[in-house]
């Protein structure tokens, strides 16, 4: 099986509050023979307080980015973080569709921009060594799980090229690959409330009781996501997700690099299982009657 | 999609600076309200997101200072859903952070989005500094500037013992490079608007 | 040398105003060939037609240009009132010194010089003018209508009864169109079936019209008057003559659960079948895709069981070709699949139905007999939601133009639920009402006051089911924009009016021009609405633009009188403001040389090749001939014309040379 090189961008939380993404991420890169070759010298790209206080900056700080990678001779970069990767891909996409853009942050820059690298996600990465994944699982991923999307993964449909905006499958293929049963439920791509994590806890404890609330109902044993906000918000805000919901719940809420790795017989400390708030384990079967309704 | 723009005063309006620094004709909005329909953050604004749009829409200073005043602006949460639905193509979210940037411009910002506004100011600073964002260094720093010292309390000691909360800051980034990129942003900002 | 006489306009003060009227007179009058020039205050009235007249006798004049207006008002006036004076109508010239000139430009001199300028291009053209005669051409008075819907079944009929033969083709087995499928109408609620139905009848008993359908046009040759319609009948695999419409052959088809198109889905149907009971002819149709014989070499069961014996297995598609001397355009419209509307949930959910199932599930034809009952489960659904522009007026995912109809029908919708369901609340969200029609905004009014229609001005951002239910997030644009959220058992969308899918191809196989929308074109948007920019072929209904019921109905009969009016003429004559190719004697014959560049780029497919033999019957050359029926003047293939061997009648290289050459 031949390498597949990628430019790696692993952005400031998969360092700090999402090394468990990044565990998981490297371990199941490694038994797929995928080398992530990390950007020298990679800046923060600014995430939603970049957009939201400074536009140039927000464009001139993931193109910095874009362009180590390049000069680093990579073609493709993946951003594990949804967050990192809206704000890579809308900024390649701005500076491909706006001129007076692209001037201002050359300018900012003081280089002249040509094509950029590609952006990928992780469900985009893993989509294209799918055919790896099924004849290396040794215990079928046997859950059945929401997969949740979110709103940086999918939106806007002409940055991220996701054709189905409002219900994508692309991840909950990837569970199926691994013999994961996935649910269709109504708060695929809803908000989680996402940087509002820390200054508004309450809106993020609101949405996210939304979106716990369906799932559970519609018997997920557990939520998978592609981006640490949504993540620590559905994990980490627990308890005020709690607060609002008459039925508490304590399904898991995974990455989903943590459910191949389980699939392909990875430790479960090389998944960095451990550091979630909301502890990762299954209710015995037969399942057990649904907590809601 | 071009707009015919008037305003009373001698200063162009904000429709007009938004059509032309941030590409987005409020003209087009034909007030259907399916932004504001899907929005997650509705609920805790004070003006609608399709009124926003509205108190633009009139070109009059009157309105535009309620529009930059909104809490709304500040409860927007960027997930882009609205322009994912619209009809016509209004990019709502790149209005917002124009109308953000602007409030903050005129130090009109609305006082009970002073939290909001710390954490974004606190996320950035931290940026300008290491290159990355330092987590704990950021609620340090929002925490200072709010004053909500003991909000989250409760979830920080289990971070800490889960691997979650880093003590230092990452190295790794070109420091130098990254603050010269903030100070040149500013200084093209500051050029243009002359 | 040319005896040349100028009449200059003052139109009032229209050209008067702006231009210096008696220097251009005086100018003229210095003009190389102009005997006589004069000025007049409205040259289109009576007496300055008869100062034209008398001019020419008077001074002999043998060609007269007359400085007004834009030709397309006035040119044949004054070429008839040329005539009348002695002279060819084609020798006198217009300069349109109003529109070109006094109406765009500011009073001065600049202004008075370009009039001048403008005359004095027309002496010179006029200098060049040969006497013309116009083109007579003899005219098939037979039409063509194609498709059966209102549209076309009305057109048929009155050009029928109007004296002339029609043929009408109809691709699907059965004429009666979107019409037959429709419930009650707006906005008088009488039943679409009841007022349909007995047009149908007329159409299928009325001795000047043949009916095809499940045919289609292949190919449309020829021009106005002198078309060449071939048609293909596709096999129903039925002798239509044996068959007496009994109906045992579907009653017996083992093959029973093919979606029926007629239901819009809602029920099915056999594999043979007649696709609604009152259908014309009522005779079946064999579904070749479904049938188990076409698909296994087994079965045969209607052949058996039937009693006429007139299932044809072998039978195949005929072609026929007719002579038909115009066409009417009646090819209809379909709704947008909204299946990209994700956030609607279409396709997901089984009570989020369009417009056209909510006709059905209303209908007393169809598959509830009339009674409201949702898919999924077949309750009666206690709230329902109708969503109104779901795609139109939408230039992300729908269409950017407003569908005109849906406003109506949606109001429709939910006065005929709150009809059929007692205690039922229907609610429409809409973004404005648009019920500009006779009766059309008392109708909407009075789903509202009388029938408690609850209308909330609003788009809908997503539908989702819960519980067997399905919520509607929506917003109160009129309470500030409060958003709504409804729990409702059943959603309908009032999804956009479409072109036909085939609608390019067929514009492209009969040269009509069509919109950005595949709509057909009409030859002016206001003053020739039913006409097509090529000549003989007209347009009624919703092919040309979305359209309801009377108004189908009045530009059917619109495109009727148009034919009627065609075949009333013995002969016809056209301008002869056209190409020709030169021919020369031998052994040249011709300056062309027969590379048919002119061939490629006519868009009237006018050029023909045409074979020069000698007495054995030997071809000696193969050159371009232009046929003067379809020739339109444009012009094109004289600028492609490498030899100079084509030219434009009226409108020569040599007149327009001498044009710019005059300044």
Wanted: glycine fraction near 8%; hydrophobic fraction near 40%.
């Amino acid at each position: 099986m031949t390498d597949v090189r990628v430019g790696y961008y692993p952005g400031c939380s998969l360092q700090g509050s999402s090394r468990d993404f990044a565990e998981s991420l490297h371990a199941v890169a490694k038994a797929l023979s995928i080398d992530l070759v990390e950007i020298p010298e990679w800046n923060c790209c600014g995430a939603s307080s970049g957009h939201m206080l400074d536009h140039l900056l927000s464009v001139a700080l993931p193109v910095n980015v874009l362009l180590k990678a390049k000069k680093a001779g990579l073609p493709q970069v993946m951003a594990p973080c949804a967050a990192c990767y809206n704000r890579l891909a809308t900024a390649s996409h701005e500076i491909a569709t706006s001129p007076a853009t692209k001037a201002q942050v050359e300018s900012v820059l003081q280089t002249s921009i040509d094509k950029l690298p590609r952006v990928l996600n992780v469900i985009e990465l893993l989509a294209q060594v799918s055919e790896r994944i099924a004849p290396k699982v040794t215990k079928k991923f046997e859950q059945t799980v929401a997969c949740y999307y979110g709103c940086l993964l999918v939106r806007p449909a002409k940055v991220t090229g996701f054709d189905r905006t409002e219900d994508p499958v692309e991840m909950d293929k990837l569970v199926a690959a691994v013999g994961g049963k996935t649910i269709d439920w109504n708060f695929k791509t809803e908000c989680c409330g996402a940087s509002f994590s820390i200054s508004r806890s309450s809106v993020v404890g609101r949405l996210g009781a939304r979106i716990m609330q369906d799932a559970v109902k519609r018997q997920a044993e557990a939520i998978v996501v592609a981006c640490p906000m949504c993540h620590s918000n559905l994990d980490l805000r627990r308890g005020e997700i709690n607060q609002q919901l008459e039925h508490k719940t304590d399904i898991p809420v995974l990455f989903i690099t943590q459910v191949i790795g389980l699939a392909l017989g990875l430790p479960k400390k090389k998944l960095g299982l451990g550091r979630h708030f909301v502890p990762v384990k299954f209710p015995p079967r037969p399942l057990a009657p649904p907590a809601v309704q | 999609m071009s707009s015919h723009h008037e305003s009373s005063s001698a200063h162009p309006s904000l429709a007009a600076r938004l059509e032309k620094e941030g590409e987005v004709s409020v003209a087009d909005c034909y007030q259907c309200g399916k932004c504001t329909a899907g929005c997650p953050a509705a609920e805790e604004m004070d003006v609608a997101p399709s009124q926003v749009l509205r108190l633009l829409q009139t070109e009059t200073p009157k309105h535009e200072d309620r529009a930059l005043k909104s809490l709304s602006i500040w409860m927007c949460i960027g997930c882009e859903t609205c322009v994912t639905r619209c009809p016509q193509e209004v990019d709502l979210p790149r209005a917002m952070d124009f109308l953000r940037q602007e409030a903050l411009a005129r130090n009109v910002a609305n006082q009970d989005a002073d939290d909001v506004v710390a954490f974004h100011k606190a996320f950035l600073n931290s940026v300008e500094r290491a290159g990355r964002l330092f987590e704990l260094g950021m609620v340090g720093e929002y925490k200072l500037r709010t004053g909500h010292f003991f909000k989250d309390m409760g979830i920080a000691p289990t971070m800490f013992f889960k691997g979650k909360l880093g003590l230092f800051p990452h190295g790794g980034a070109n420091k130098r490079e990254v603050a010269d990129i903030f100070a040149r942003a500013r200084a093209v900002k500051k050029e243009s608007k002359v | 040398m040319s005896r040349i006489g100028v009449f200059i306009c003052h139109c009032g003060e229209n050209i008067a105003g702006t231009v210096d009227v008696a220097a251009v007179t005086k100018a003229a009058l210095d003009m190389p060939g102009v005997v006589h020039a004069v000025d007049y205050k409205y040259m289109c009235s009576d007496p300055g037609q008869t100062m034209l007249k008398d001019a020419i006798v008077e001074k002999k004049l043998d060609g007269v240009v007359v400085a007004a207006c834009s030709p397309r008002m006035h040119e044949p006036t004054f070429r008839r009132t040329a005539e009348e004076g002695g002279i060819n109508p084609y020798q006198c010239e217009m300069a349109n010194i109003r529109e070109h000139c006094s109406w765009v430009h500011e009073k001065g001199a600049a202004t008075t010089a370009k009039a001048i300028d403008l005359v004095r291009f027309q002496v010179e053209k006029v200098k060049r003018d040969h006497p013309l005669v116009p083109i007579r051409v003899p005219i098939t008075k037979k039409a063509l209508v194609l498709g059966g819907g209102i549209a076309g079944i009305q057109a048929a009929l009155d050009i029928a009864n109007a004296g002339s033969p029609v043929l009408l083709v109809e691709k699907s087995p059965s004429i009666g169109g979107h019409m037959s499928q429709l419930s009650e109408t707006f906005p008088t609620l009488d039943c679409s079936q009841c007022i349909l139905t007995p047009r149908m009848v007329e159409v299928a008993r009325h001795p000047l019209i043949t009916l095809y359908t499940y045919s289609e046009l292949e190919k449309l040759d020829g021009f106005i008057g002198n078309f060449k319609a071939t048609i293909r009948k596709k096999a129903r695999k039925i002798d239509e003559k044996l068959c007496n419409g009994c109906g045992v052959c579907q009653q017996k088809c083992p093959v029973k659960k093919i979606p029926d198109e007629f239901n819009e889905g809602l029920s099915n149907r056999a594999a043979i079948y007649v696709p609604f009971p009152q259908a014309v002819p009522n005779k079946p149709v064999i579904d070749l895709a479904n049938c188990t014989y076409y698909k296994t070499g087994k079965c045969k069961a209607c052949e058996k069981l039937c009693p006429t014996k007139a299932i044809r297995f072998d039978q195949e598609d005929q072609i026929e070709v007719h002579d038909v001397g115009a066409v009417v355009l009646a090819t209809g419209f379909k709704t947008m699949p909204v299946n990209n509307f994700s956030e609607y949930g279409y396709g997901k959910y089984k009570d989020v139905i369009d417009g056209m199932k909510f006709e059905r599930l209303a209908s007393a034809s169809g598959p509830t007999g009339g009674a409201m009952k949702r898919p999924s489960d077949g309750k009666t659904p206690q709230h329902v939601v109708f969503i109104a522009c779901a795609g139109s007026r939408d230039r992300l995912k729908g269409v950017p133009y407003c569908s005109k109809i849906c406003c109506m029908y949606t109001a429709k919708h939910a006065m005929l639920y709150q009809h059929k369901v007692h205690g039922g609340q229907a609610t429409v969200f809409y973004m404005d009402v648009r019920a500009a029609g006779k009766n059309y905004d008392e109708f909407v009014r009075r789903a509202v006051e009388e029938d408690g229609v609850k209308y909330v001005r609003g788009r809908v951002s997503r539908v989702y089911e819960d519980d067997g239910q399905l919520v509607v997030k929506g917003v109160d644009t009129l309470l500030g924009a409060e958003p709504v959220e409804i729990r409702a058992d059943m959603v309908v969308l009032a999804t956009a009016v479409q072109a036909q899918n085939d609608a390019e191809e067929l514009a492209q196989t009969l040269h009509v021009a069509y919109d950005p929308y595949k709509f057909f074109a009409e030859a002016h948007p206001k003053l020739r609405p039913v006409e097509t920019n090529t000549a003989g072929i007209f347009l009624a209904g919703a092919c040309q633009a979305p359209r309801d019921i009377p108004e189908t109905v009045a530009q059917a009969s619109g495109a009727a009188v148009k034919v009627a009016g065609l075949f009333s003429q013995p002969e016809l004559t056209r301008e002869p403001i056209i190409a020709v190719v030169d021919r020369q004697p031998p052994p040249v014959f011709s300056h062309c040389v027969g590379c048919f560049l002119c061939k490629a780029a006519c868009p009237y497919q006018a050029i023909e090749e045409e074979q020069i033999k000698n007495r054995n019957g030997d071809v000696l050359k193969v050159v371009a001939r232009v046929n003067p029926g379809l020739c339109q003047g444009c012009g094109t293939c004289v600028s492609t014309c490498r030899t100079k061997a084509i030219d434009l009648q009226g409108f020569s290289n040599e007149q327009v040379f001498a044009e710019l050459m005059s300044i």
